[in-house]
């Protein structure tokens, strides 16, 4: 962290003059290079230890995917769509693959549909416990880094099985998945699920119990519901200020229409609430992973689609781990979209951040703004 | 599941009814999508009125199209609804033109604060100017950025 | 030495310090030498080996892979890799995928603020030669074009097998290496 005085004001620390607007504030730079940052900059701006102001500065991470996907055909581009979110790969190959079928016309079969929604909601708890795991790094816990990522190899393991991939599967393609089940997936899935939730409880009590936690994530960093919605915030942020949209819910798509599933809320929109809606979905996807694979119906899991992009435009979106994941996509006819316009969650949430730090003391910084779950490479893209 | 347009036809319905001569087209074109274009110096009234009277509280994104060989930008707002949970899944395509050699709209930061970042992307990757806009600064690109506005149409990669 | 100097100082101190300059600096070369003999050698550099710190600097998305590889399965501890936030403590910069030119500026910065020795392993193949965004307009080809790379661990993502193995070969690397390296 580096510290620069405002630009305006000559001299903060010799004889600081009270009546100066700005007199008393200091600029700080945080990041890139910080552990309580990521891949980007906030410029904070103090009175004290309290936040006046956090702009954040993104792009560290920007690729140019947009660009990229245009001059690259809808096959070869699904690895570049899945890198923005690596941990999260197969929500935002969902919303690509949803763009292209919505054109396309294609309709997935029933077996393919179901494997879709179970990739996907094992994605979600990966990528939920990959940021648990920071965020105990960020409270200085370092059993909660730990734990999750440990239990995250779990549905590793399981992904590696049925796509052959750790983390970037490239698993959906249009009219389908690319691979079956493996034999004997369903036992060990219901197995290792099973003891997940019960690690689950373990969590609750060494972490989300404990005042380490708790006197810093309750009540700070509030967003209220009215701000939520307004800054157009999506996913877990805005479903931890009370608001029940979750467009599996909302849009079913793929199975999600035929199975029963819960969305949690939390009323209070502090720290504490959004990481509680993040548990909460963790419990509710590993109660899905159990249902897909107890519902699975039999027959095909892809259909033959072509490689191309018919004339017209589409509107693919999912709810992926941090909010919705859309395409905008138009077509010409080619096996190129001509635009294909990519709107992560995490991109949506960045106009959050401001709001979230506003008020909150500079130690809280990492904790509350991280309870965004705000991936900056998925923002950047 | 409901698989009748009715819904997407009220709201064309109404919208009609109401901007009578500033609304150039209004299409649901499948299911929960309605596209809606409008003159750029309308947009606001237009938003305003989507904002207002039909819940639609939240911008899901803005995206910017270069229709080089119609020379014309395309700025769509994609509009959602969060408090209206009968409309949750319908995405309204706001839609103006602008013409390429001189690309200005008019911002809607006022109606909806969450379309600032969108709109300060499109600046930079499009050279699209948003009057009212309050931080019309580079957002993802490189401070000193000296190159074309990269998203645009004629900019070729060296491999392509 | 002094003689060469265009104006000669009077000031006797001065010329103590100019001889002594000159001393210290002959007597620092043996000092080098006999430090890079093989068993003080073996020590310092056995010292370096275990305790390679990594600044907390993710470039891209292959931080995730790194991240795992420093969780509980793989634990990167265990070969004295422990992430650390304090610049001059650190002596390795992993960079994890791509680089952006907006980053790259920042990493060289940072480079250049670390303490000697220092080590950069690239991760992944945008870090080594652009990967999947080789023709992107805002990245970077290879961490080569400013920095010089020891480890190159290709992948995409790598796993954290393939960072292990990395750093081991970082470490074989460090074995026999010279304990000051030839400026």
Redesign the interface.
Known sequence: MTTTDKPTQENTLGSPSPDEPGAQTLTLSVGPQHSGSGHMRLIVELDGDIILNAQPDPGYVHRGIEKIIELRNIIRSIPVIERPSIIDASNLNHAWVRAIEELQGVEPPARGQYLRCLLNEMNRIMSHLYWLSIYGVFLGHTTMFMWPLGDRELFIDLAESLTGARITYSYLVPGGVRRDLPQGFAEEAIKRTEYFEKRLDEYENIFFKNPLFTSRAKGVGVLSRQKAIELGTTGPTLRGSGVDADLRKDEPYAAYGELDFKVHTRPDGDSYSRVMVHVDEMRESSQLIRQILKKLPSGPVRRKAPIVVPRGEAYGRVESARGECSFYMIGEGGDKPYRARYITGSYRNMAAISAVLEGVRLADMPTSWWSIDYWPVEADR | MNLSHEREDYLIKILKENFPNDIKDATAIRRSRINVTVAPEKIVDVALFLRDKLAFDHPTGVSAVDYNRESRFEIVYHLSSATNPDQRDILINLKESVPRNSPKATSLVKIWPGVENFERESIEMFGLQFEGHPRPEKLFLNDNWDGPPPMRKEVRFPTD | MSAQKPVQSDDPIELLADSLNVWVGKLSDIVHKVIDTEPIRNVINWARMYSLWP???????C???F??A????HDLERFGVL?Y?S?RQSDLIVIEG?I????AK?LRM?YDQMAIPRYVIAMGDCAISGG????????VNGAHEFLPVDVYVPG??P?PEALEHGIIMLQEKIRSSKVYPQS
């Open positions: 600044v907390n600097i993710t470039t891209a998305c931080s995730a892979e991240g795992a420093s969780g509980a399965r992430p936030g610049l791509t952006t030119k907006k980053m920042r940072i999947l965004f080789h023709d992107s307009y805002s990245i995409c993502p796993r």
